[in-house]
């Protein structure tokens, strides 16, 4: 039995009986319970408008089929990132052009996006590693100047703010995850948040299998007919989840808070240990830390790939987050021979994230740096 998991879910008494409630309504999907989970989320983030669907994966995807991504175009995105990022550009038939990352924030280059842009370039898709935001002001300007459309990755990043701006209503589309181990979970889930009102319904009608009315909406004014007016998918969250992310979504200020406060504290019992490097923290953003990551340096007394093993162990749950998507095998073929990615190289080797969750006590937090020492 893990002494300290990586990470274990907050759901409260509120969160039970919020999901207990729905399973007595008649609508279980498409119902009142996502209208009011799209509200409160883009109330929440500043947009305008949010879409429901099934996981960050779907949220991307749907984003970039919203902006007619498709054969022959190409999206930047960055090598250290999760497989979902790139996948998304190749589900539309695209290709992802990888590009190095900062060795301090471990977010995608400014300077390397310039560089990655070609004719083809469509977009570009920035993560905002961890939960703290990319230099967006400056990304910003060049997606501006070559015409391009700027996808956040927000799936780290639900409350992280750029310049008092919360992450998600800075790009053309922000997409989220609410994953089990995110910031909030639906169990599975995701949205997309945007202040473009003819892409929030486009939106809306891929993540129905391109329907042009849904079924709840014939039966509220009265009609039978419809129409597929283009390819979409059945990527919608339903009710139960819906439910689950209104009642996370209260107390989202106070588990970003929790989160914060716990890599104070990791900040302060490690920064003394040699041979690792803490987490940095770059000016005129909030780090929200769904993620802590340390980086073993060459001059600790282990591998990374040892303290992993030797923390496993002592029942210890950290991950490695990420292995740079240019070293996977599926993506090779994407990569051409002048491409270098030193920074993601050195981090792909480096990089340990560290047990955080809103419940995490002292005690445990206290044992994980016990043993890192």
Known sequence: MMKVPFFVPWINDDDKKAVLKTLDQRWLTNGPNLKKFEENFHNFIGTKYSIGVGSATQALHLALRT???????????????FAATANAVLYCGAKPVFCDVDLDSYNILADEIKKKISRKTKAVIVVHYGGQACDMEQIKKITKNNDLHLIEDCAHACGSTYKNK?????????????????????????????????????????????????????EKKGKWDYDVVDLGYNYRIDEIRSSLGISQLKRIEK????????????????????????????SNRDHIFHLYTIKIEPNYHETRNNLFKKLFDKGIGTAVQYVPLHLMSYYRNYLSKSDLFPNADLLGKQVLSLPIFPTMTDKQIQYVVNQLK
């Open 67 to 81: 902006i007619n991504i498709s054969k022959g175009d190409e999206v930047i995105v960055p090598t250290f990132t």
């Open 255 to 282: 588990i970003n808070n929790l989160r914060k406060r716990i890599a104070e504290k990791y900040d302060k019992l490690l920064k003394e240990i040699e041979g690792i490097s803490i987490p940095k923290r770059k």
């Open 166 to 218: 919360k992450c998600g209503n800075i790009g053309t589309m922000g997409c989220f995850s609410f994953y089990p181990t995110k910031v909030i979970t639906t169990g599975e889930g995701g949205m997309i948040s945007t202040n473009n009102k003819k892409f929030s319904e486009k939106l809306r009608m891929l993540r129905s299998q391109g329907l042009s009315i849904q079924s709840k909406d014939r």
